[in-house]
């Protein structure tokens, strides 16, 4: 049985690594999906694989005005928008010494600006519609302190912050709001250094279920809490790590 059937989301980052994934779930699931990307190219090519229930559109989720537009376009295209996913972001390895505040500020402006900016123009279409979910993707490093990843580690708890917010606030408006802190997930082109794979080493040997989680496992929580299974579900943190937080 589809789960989404009916509904229509909102997903930045959605032409490749965990977006992708997240695009097909939904549609799979029987969704309405708009989904965004800075790369063109590639979300066009997965728009149209994915059929008429699918459209792109390309964005910098840090632009306030590619917002409006994007929101427009979902509204025009599908109707309402019942689902958010703010998975769009970008990723930062490197020691205190390595990294500068040029860096931080970049990465702070997609991480958490996006998020934050998603919610703001989101959040009243779904007023307007009678609820919805929204989705915001933080990380394990969003919740416990990890070597080399200061920039990044600042960026996903600020997103954990901005969920509980939100969640308190639109509460009322029937509106959830949620955090997904993944683990090491296979295929998201984070683990492409060596001082990055010599880090996902570590992570692995500390989890209990001894791997990496795949695309498609954080997929199948995205459909949980956009789906009315969680419709009791708010302000939560949900991991994803196989255990590697217990440690």
């Known amino acids: 049985m589809q789960r989404l059937v009916n509904k ?5 980052g959605g032409a490749s690594g965990m977006g992708e994934a ?3 779930r939904l549609v799979a699931e029987g969704a309405r999906v708009v989904f965004t990307d800075i790369n063109e190219d ?3 090519l997965l ?4 059929g008429a229930n699918a459209a792109f559109c390309q964005q910098d989720v840090s632009s306030e005005a590619d917002w409006e537009r994007v929101v427009s376009l979902t509204q025009d295209t599908f109707g309402g928008i019942d689902i958010l996913i703010n998975n769009a972001g970008i990723h930062s390895f490197g020691s205190f010494a390595e990294e500068n505040v040029d860096r931080l500020r ?5 991480n958490v600006a996006g998020t934050w900016l998603g919610i703001q123009k989101v959040a009243p ?3 307007a519609g009678g609820g919805g979910s929204i989705i ?9 302190g990890m070597p080399f990843y200061s920039v990044y580690s600042s ?12 969640a308190s606030e639109l509460g009322p408006h029937n509106i959830r709001v949620n955090a997904i802190l993944p683990g090491a997930i296979d295929n998201t082109g984070m683990f492409n250094s060596a001082e990055a794979e010599t880090a996902l080493e570590r992570l692995n040997s500390s989890t209990p279920l001894e791997r990496v989680g795949t695309r498609e496992e954080v997929s199948a929580l995205v459909v949980f809490l956009a789906s009315d299974e969680s419709a009791f579900i708010t302000g939560a943190d949900h991991l994803i790590d196989g255990g590697n937080s217990l440690s």
Do not use: F, P, Y
């Open 8 to 12: 229509t989301a909102l997903l930045t």
């Open 22 to 24: 997240h695009a097909r």
């Open 42 to 44: 590639a979300g066009q």
């Open 47 to 50: 728009a149209k694989e994915l």
């Open 106 to 110: 970049k990465i702070l402006d997609v």
């Open 125 to 127: 279409v779904m007023q």
């Open 136 to 144: 915001n993707l933080s990380s394990l490093a969003g919740k416990v």
């Open 155 to 166: 960026s996903k708890w600020a997103v954990r912050g901005i969920t509980k917010c939100a």
